[in-house]
């Protein structure tokens, strides 16, 4: 017996972005290198930027292949300073995160993540398949039977399409965003040196798009192996992530698209 392919699953998920790591340290190649300056007056005043994040597994279409990339939005938007300061001079654009609640939540589903999925999920209209976007059960995100979210669909005619799902509690590996996807762009931010929240955002996207499509497709297989191990540990969240060597499989094109069911199940 094999897992389901997951193919109609879409997952969603916030993290936050930061411009360091408390107590980074960096390598110079030279003596004449300087590193960078970064001054702040506690750990607590580290730029940060917050961005949900959406990822449906990659696929063959035809003689091409999708990435499965859905989308990345940063939440706030961008003001002008009113003041000069030692920092910045005085109508300079700046960042401003806003506040993540279930309304700006049901937003950015809404008007972000929803959109996306229409435009590039494969053969949307046509595809008889209801994409299934998982959220996990944080304060900030709504109940998956919401009128207003379903009412919203029914209006944009995609009440059939579009379906929402809530991952079970405590269990942070059955999302691919917090499986590895999110470590990875952020270690890739990390190695850019970005000086502030708009450098960040820009480099956040660039890492998102650059992302290989063999990443993701190794991230959807650990995630099969996850399920097979919650089983296993009748439910329980306290087990390692099972490594594969799925790079080696990979490079010996024995990489499976489907893991089997473990027998013991």
Same mark, same amino acid.
């Given at each position: 017996?094999?897992?389901?392919?997951?193919?109609?699953?879409?997952?969603?998920?916030?993290?936050?972005?930061?411009?360091?790591?408390?107590?980074?340290?960096?390598?110079?190649?030279?003596?004449?290198?300087?590193?960078?300056?970064?001054?702040?007056?506690?750990?607590?005043?580290?730029?940060?930027?917050?961005?949900?994040?959406?990822?449906?597994?990659?696929?063959?279409?035809?003689?091409?292949?999708?990435?499965?990339?859905?989308?990345?939005?940063?939440?706030?938007?961008?003001?002008?300073?009113?003041?000069?300061?030692?920092?910045?001079?005085?109508?300079?654009?700046?960042?401003?995160?806003?506040?993540?609640? =279930?309304?700006? /939540?049901? !937003?950015?589903?809404?008007?972000?993540?929803?959109?996306? %999925?229409?435009?590039?999920?494969?053969? *949307? +209209?046509?595809?008889?398949?209801?994409?299934?976007?998982?959220?996990?059960?944080?304060?900030?995100?709504?109940?998956?039977?919401?009128?207003?979210?379903?009412?919203?669909?029914?209006?944009?005619?995609?009440?059939?399409?579009?379906?929402?799902?809530?991952?079970?509690?405590?269990?942070?590996?059955?999302?691919?965003?917090?499986?590895?996807?999110?470590?990875?762009? =952020?270690?890739? /931010?990390? !190695?850019?040196?970005?000086?502030?929240?708009?450098?960040? %955002?820009?480099?956040?996207?660039?890492? *998102? +798009?650059?992302?290989?499509?063999?990443?993701?497709?190794?991230?959807?297989?650990?995630?099969?192996?996850?399920?097979?191990?919650?089983?296993?540990?009748?439910?329980?969240?306290?087990?390692?992530?099972?490594?594969?060597?799925?790079?080696?499989?990979?490079?010996?094109?024995?990489?499976?698209?489907?893991?089997?069911?473990?027998?013991?199940?």
């Amino acid at each position: 017996m094999k897992c389901i392919e997951q193919l109609d699953e879409v997952h969603v998920d916030e993290k936050w972005f930061f411009l360091c790591r408390d107590g980074e340290r960096c390598t110079l190649v030279s003596d004449e290198e300087e590193p960078p300056k970064r001054h702040v007056k506690h750990k607590s005043h580290i730029g940060k930027v917050m961005f949900m994040c959406a990822l449906a597994k990659p696929r063959r279409i035809g003689n091409r292949w999708w990435d499965g990339k859905i989308g990345i939005w940063p939440i706030g938007k961008e003001k002008l300073a009113q003041r000069d300061s030692v920092n910045r001079a005085a109508g300079t654009v700046e960042w401003e995160p806003e506040n993540v609640d =279930q309304a700006k /939540c049901k !937003c950015l589903l809404i008007n972000d993540v929803v959109p996306a %999925i229409a435009t590039k999920w494969p053969n *949307f +209209e046509a595809d008889v398949t209801t994409a299934h976007i998982q959220q996990d059960g944080a304060k900030a995100h709504f109940a998956p039977m919401d009128q207003d979210f379903y009412q919203e669909m029914d209006q944009l005619g995609l009440q059939d399409k579009i379906r929402l799902c809530t991952q079970p509690a405590n269990s942070p590996d059955l999302n691919i965003n917090d499986l590895g996807f999110f470590a990875s762009l =952020q270690s890739r /931010c990390h !190695c850019a040196c970005p000086r502030n929240e708009l450098e960040l %955002i820009t480099m956040v996207k660039q890492s *998102f +798009e650059d992302c290989s499509i063999n990443k993701l497709n190794r991230l959807w297989i650990t995630l099969q192996s996850v399920l097979n191990e919650i089983i296993l540990n009748n439910g329980d969240n306290q087990f390692p992530i099972p490594h594969m060597n799925e790079d080696k499989l990979e490079k010996e094109d024995r990489l499976p698209r489907v893991l089997d069911v473990s027998a013991n199940l």
